[in-house]
T-cell receptor, first 113, second 113 residues
Framework: NAGVTQTPKFQVLKTGQSMTLQCAQD?????MYWYRQDPGMGLRLIYYSASEGTTDKGEVPNGYNVSRLNKREFSLRLESAAPSQTSVYFC????????????FGPGTRLTVL | GDSVTQMEGPVTLSEEAFLTINCTYTATGYPSLFWYVQYPGEGLQLLLKATKADDKGSNKGFEATYRKETTSFHLEKGSVQVSDSAVYFCALSVASGTYKYIFGTGTRLKVLA
């Protein structure tokens, strides 16, 4: 089992460019999540998908869109990147009930110039 | 709303010292509580969890007890090692329709040889 995989690992963008961060899990989990991690801020939830076919906003959704492509894949899109979106992005998944563990990917380090 | 507060770091200890990292929470309902650990350059991974009051989670010498009366879930280890140097996150999950996680801001631990 690969667990949760993310691509790319690193990315540098110029302001205004767009990109999509990819996430896939092979654990047959129902729920998937996108977080950003900034120094001193902990993890902040951007979007989540409680189950295939549904997506909901988290704490900091502005400037992002998501697609739950199927049960395995959950992508995060930046339509017009801004320097404030420089961060480390983590995808996570879990089976679905509140007692379940979240499993995290290795992260994507994004720099917007 | 639901929230997690954990002690600010960084915490610097000598090898074999006793560790406590405080975590308190506010939640509606009956949350599950988690400690995650993040090693440099990696994603978060579960350290331990407790799903109901008075439960004790334990792993790799770390322990935390779910205290409903004090709304706390403090992390302890009797004798830390250099390899324990990492960032530790307290988190909760409430059994609502969203199944969201709430993370604390993280506490950086540095253990000196």
């Amino acid at each position: 089992n690969a667990g949760v995989t993310q691509t790319p690992k690193f990315q540098v963008l110029k302001t205004g460019q767009s990109m999509t961060l990819q996430c896939a899990q092979d654990m047959n989990h129902n729920s998937m999540y996108w977080y950003r991690q900034d120094p001193g801020m902990g993890l902040r939830l951007i979007y989540y998908s409680a189950s295939e076919g549904t997506t909901d906003k988290g704490e900091v959704p502005n400037g992002y869109n998501v697609s739950r492509l199927n049960k395995r894949e959950f992508s995060l899109r930046l339509e017009s990147a801004a320097p404030s979106q420089t961060s480390v992005y983590f995808c996570a998944s879990r089976r679905g009930v509140s007692t379940d563990t979240q499993y995290f990917g290795p992260g994507t380090r994004l720099t917007v110039l | 709303g639901d929230s997690v507060t954990q002690m600010e770091g960084p915490v610097t200890l000598s090898e074999e010292a006793f560790l406590t990292i405080n975590c308190t929470y506010t939640a509606t309902g009956y949350p599950s509580l988690f400690w995650y650990v993040q090693y440099p350059g990696e994603g978060l991974q579960l350290l331990l969890k407790a799903t109901k009051a008075d439960d004790k989670g334990s792993n790799k010498g770390f322990e935390a007890t779910y205290r409903k009366e004090t709304t706390s879930f403090h992390l302890e280890k009797g004798s830390v090692q250099v390899s324990d140097s990492a960032v530790y996150f307290c988190a909760l999950s409430v059994a609502s329709g969203t199944y969201k996680y709430i993370f604390g801001t993280g506490t950086r631990l540095k253990v000196l040889a």
